[in-house]
């Protein structure tokens, strides 16, 4: 196809996308009761005109998140005539946009330089799973901020498989302030980044100089780097806005009681708990199995073999083993999928791929059936719908957490040059 | 102690004069067809220590409460509140914070065990502060709290245990007072700290069947009073007057009936025309139900309120805990949005608005929401098919999370709101001069003290929609769905998933080690 011969096109046809579903949800706003935007955008909108009038943005119900996204989207606040309004209320949502497309740019960057794709196939990819996905399109013209995250992550990964270790960790801690999830990825980049890719042999085999060689100067700046931004931004965060800060970004995610149910296989355990209906407190170790899996196997078994692969196998880890899951969620993993995809058994044995996407749609289809019956047919479909779907769905991501992993040990997704 | 009687009968209503016999020792009637209104005020040195207790903690204290029974109300009372028990507290100091009050309440509710009533041990756990619009016009009570009473047995069995042991004009009486709230439609009792008096005002709409007989005592001490009235009412001169005309009796006292006449002005109105609304719940209502307030559109005549005035068509939500608004879905100013369930504005709200708590969780036991609703637009008068159709507001809303139950299901009550016009006016007409004067609704603090009220009257067997709130089943011992399962089901999947994924990660470990160098051929023959 002569379109992925050229980034300009491909790029354009993604920007031109985007602005069409900008430009069709501002119509569907105006003139339809169903909203084109999506509730967390009104959520960061009214945040932003609280932060415009000097107040916290915490004063808004349900506002989660670092004041800095409120900031970011000050413009929106900005009064104007009926033309000029709906401009500045649509910011936002092209910041998303926008990051969207920039993420989806240093990919195709990383995967031509670092992964020597030609061109045109690493546009071919990109294009499918990320620039031209309607889905990625949709939700951050809707105006929700998971496509910042996506690019933040993006460019964690290119400052780290560029080797620019000071950059690497100024993002991550910038994106771990932002959504606390990507501190997952500092366990890998740390673990990948040993004397070998800095360049340098290791000396001797004792443990001490093993242990000594594991301290490289990559990783003390990365590590120091990571911490500098967090700990700065935290800071200035809590100079301004004191503890309502501290309890919505972070806290807030430790006490909630996530009883509704969602995709996550705790989820109907949860509010059994929530209920006081539970004997054991099993939920309380939830986090056990997702953390080690998370923080300390796959990293140690993989990061090494395929970072990228790991960050997926992390991300995907994370999502399915955590006490809350919504579809916004699965956007978390689909950045990191340009780099599996080419190399992986997905798509070299079409059968297995197919089953997985097959397997994986059809454990939503089931959950969300038994949602609706719920939601909107008002039966009770906790159980054994619900709690079936659930667990069901958690099987089927494990399934295929598996061929990920078994594919991440054979070197899918690893970088076949070193960069010069 | 004072006590008084009005009868109100309608205007068609027939009345021989033999119906009304006054002696120098008591009155009797009989056969009376007319609505009635008992008020008794008590002095608080008159009260049993534990309720005087309660009292003199008490700035104010207005309980309201409403028959789940459709009843017309009837100039002038014809004002209304959602069915159940509302009661407005004004504490006397701001630090004081008894439990006394709760105690009291849980008393006289006597909650069954299943009842999804909001507990309170301290008032400050469960109640709520109403919205503050009109601070400076002070009639607004400081905390807020409903909750669901089909009956007042209760509160009979109270004033009969306490009240009525105490009470100088001797048990019996005072029993049979107490019974016959039963049968009351509505039911208010007030107590202020600057009058240091309690009232108990008890309305009863229609009379049973074959009229109302009684016979009513002069009572046995000076300081008591026994008033009686019988009399009809209509509209005034002015459009916010009222003119009420009869005989009126001071029992013991007046040697006969005088007739009477007098007009007052009166801040809540009777509309000329019938009016009338349904409120329902669109079915399936799953976890957003949708209030539907139907009204036929010919109930919905501007009334005829001076003209000066500016009239808006409202209803007032009393909403328990388990079901809420999103206030930011619905204080949009969106046109689209409020046309499409033809709402104005959303005017006031106060209460609980957690959007995410479960039910177990919120401690408050609700919230109000005032609304403006739109009305059709003026049909010309040359119409010719006059148009039958129901005008119908609708408002969204949001089921929380119950506990879970054996049937899977759990049932929410909703009291239907009250819908009336809201008439202001720059007038500086004074209410209170009004005998009968009703304030401390909930909704009439949200307008200016001049502001007219004409209440639609809402038509239905029950005055409560019940809701079906499905929840997770939970059955005893023999059953399927068990807690136990739901938990070692979890807890095994979860393990299982995680020692697939360990596994996995061993033999990749195993095959290759942690190092950077891939295996290349490991795998190939096992895939």
Redesign the interface.
């Known amino acids: 196809m002569a379109i992925f011969d050229s980034p300009a096109r491909v790029f354009l046809a993604a920007t031109a996308l985007r602005l069409i579903f900008l430009v069709y949800g501002g119509w569907q706003d105006a003139h339809s009761t169903v909203k084109y935007t999506d509730i967390d955008y009104m959520v960061f909108t009214d945040a932003a005109r609280y932060v415009a009038k000097g107040e916290s943005p915490y004063t808004r119900d349900t506002y989660r998140y670092t004041p800095l996204l409120a900031w970011m989207l000050l413009p929106t606040a900005w009064e104007g005539a009926t033309p000029w309004s709906t401009l500045t209320f649509a910011f936002g949502k092209a910041l998303f946009a926008l990051s969207d497309v920039l993420a989806g740019w240093l990919v195709v960057q990383l995967l031509v330089r670092c992964y020597q794709f030609p061109v045109e196939r690493a546009l071919r990819y990109v294009s499918a799973v990320w620039l031209w996905n309607p889905m990625v399109a949709n939700i951050s013209t809707r105006g929700s901020s998971e496509g910042l995250l996506g690019v933040l992550v993006a460019a964690l990964l290119w400052a780290t498989l560029t080797k620019k270790p000071v950059l690497a960790g100024l993002i991550l801690g910038l994106a771990v302030h932002f959504k606390i999830y990507p501190f997952i990825y500092g366990v890998s980049i740390l673990w990948w980044w040993d004397a070998e890719r800095d360049g340098s042999v290791t000396t001797g085999s004792g443990l001490l100089s093993k242990a000594l060689g594991f301290i490289t100067p990559s990783r003390v700046k990365f590590t120091v780097a990571a911490l500098a931004s967090f700990v700065a931004l935290n800071l200035v965060m809590y100079l301004q806005h004191g503890q309502p800060f501290l309890h919505h970004t972070f806290f807030h995610h430790l006490t909630r009681i996530d009883h509704r149910h969602n995709f996550s296989p705790y989820s109907t355990l949860l509010y059994l708990s929530a209920a006081g209906g539970a004997e054991t407190r099993f939920e309380a170790l939830a986090f056990l199995p997702q953390l080690i899996l998370v923080v300390v196997a796959l990293p140690l078994v993989l990061a090494k073999k395929s970072l990228t692969t790991t960050m997926l196998a992390q991300t995907f880890t994370f999502v399915t083993f955590n006490k809350v899951c919504t579809s916004q969620y699965f956007l978390w993993y689909l950045i990191l999928l340009p780099f599996y995809l080419p190399s992986s058994s997905l798509i070299r044995k079409p059968a297995l791929g197919i089953s997985a996407a097959i397997l994986w749609i059809a454990g939503q289809a089931l959950w969300l059936h038994q949602g609706y019956n719920l939601e909107f047919l008002g039966l009770s479909s906790f159980v054994p719908g619900l709690f079936l779907a659930g667990l069901f769905f958690f099987a089927v991501n494990v399934w295929i957490l598996g061929i990920i992993v078994r594919d991440g040990g054979d070197g899918a997704g690893e970088i076949t040059t070193a960069l010069k | 102690m004072k006590r008084r009687i009005t009868f109100i009968q309608s205007v068609n209503a027939s009345f021989d004069p033999e119906q009304a016999v006054l002696t120098t020792s008591s009155l009797s009637v009989r056969d009376i067809d007319a609505a009635r209104e008992d008020r008794i005020t008590v002095g608080l040195d008159e009260l049993p220590e534990e309720l005087r207790a309660v009292l003199e903690q008490s700035h104010e204290l207005h309980l309201r409460w409403a028959s789940e029974r459709s009843f017309d109300a009837v100039v002038p009372f014809s004002s209304r509140v959602s069915p159940g028990l509302h009661v407005h507290y004004t504490p006397l100091g701001s630090e004081s914070s008894s439990e006394a009050l709760c105690t009291l309440l849980r008393t006289i509710v006597a909650p069954s065990k299943d009842a999804q009533y909001k507990n309170c041990s301290k008032q400050e756990d469960a109640f709520i502060t109403p919205p503050l619009l009109s601070t400076r016009f002070g009639s607004s009570a400081a905390l807020q709290y409903y909750t669901r009473l089909p009956s007042i047995q209760p509160l009979v069995k109270y004033i009969h245990n306490t009240v009525c042991d105490q009470s100088r004009t001797g048990g019996r009486e005072c029993h049979t007072r107490a019974d016959a709230l039963l049968s009351a439609d509505s039911v208010d009792i007030d107590y202020d700290s600057t009058s240091h008096a309690l009232t108990v005002s008890g309305l009863w709409a229609s009379s049973p069947t074959g009229g109302w007989t009684d016979k009513f005592q002069r009572p046995a001490s000076a300081d008591d009073q026994v008033e009686f009235g019988l009399l009809g009412a209509e509209a005034g001169l002015e459009p916010e007057e009222i003119k009420m005309g009869g005989l009126l009796a001071v029992v013991g006292e007046d040697e006969k009936l005088k007739p009477t006449m007098f007009s007052f002005p009166s801040r809540h109105q009777s509309l000329t025309e019938p009016s009338s609304y349904t409120v329902s719940f669109a079915s399936?209502?799953?976890?957003?139900p949708t209030m539907s307030i139907s009204m036929p559109r010919s109930s919905l005549k501007r009334p005829t309120a001076p003209d000066d005035t500016t009239c808006g068509l409202h209803t007032y939500l009393t909403l328990p805990s388990v079901i809420f608004g999103d206030?930011?879905q619905l204080a949009t100013t969106d046109p689209?949005?409020l046309e499409?369930h033809n709402l104005l504005a959303l005017q006031a709200l106060a209460g609980e608005?957690?959007?995410?708590?479960?039910d177990?969780?919120v401690q408050r036991w609700g919230s109000n929401w005032l609304f403006e609703l739109a009305t059709p637009p003026e049909l010309e008068e040359t119409a010719n098919t006059p148009d039958s159709s129901n005008w119908t507001a609708t408002i969204p809303l949001h089921l929380r999370?119950l506990?879970?139950s054996e049937?899977?299901?759990r049932t929410a009550y909703i009291p239907w709101p009250v819908v009336f016009w809201a008439c202001t006016s720059e007038d500086s007409t004074k209410m209170s001069v009004n005998p009968f004067d009703r304030t401390h609704l909930g909704w009439d603090s949200l307008f200016g003290p001049r502001t007219l009220f004409y209440q639609l009257q809402p038509t239905g067997d029950r005055l409560v929609e019940e809701i079906?709130?499905?929840?997770?089943?939970?059955e005893g011992e023999e059953g399927y769905?068990q807690?136990?399962y739901?938990?070692l089901?979890?807890?095994a999947?979860?393990?299982l998933?995680?020692i697939?994924?360990?596994w996995?990660?061993a033999?990749?470990?195993w095959?290759?080690g942690?190092?950077?160098?891939?295996v290349?051929t490991?795998?190939d023959k096992k895939?």
């Not at chain 2, 608005?353 to 479960?358: C, K, Q």
């Open positions: 399936p209502t799953g976890l957003h206030q930011y689209l949005f499409s608005m957690d959007l995410e708590a479960p177990w969780v999370y506990p879970p049937t899977g299901h079906d709130v499905p929840v997770l089943r939970l769905f807690g136990k739901i938990e089901g979890t807890c999947v979860i393990s998933g995680f697939w994924v360990l996995r990660l033999r990749v470990a095959s290759s942690v190092g950077s160098k891939p290349e490991a795998h895939e």
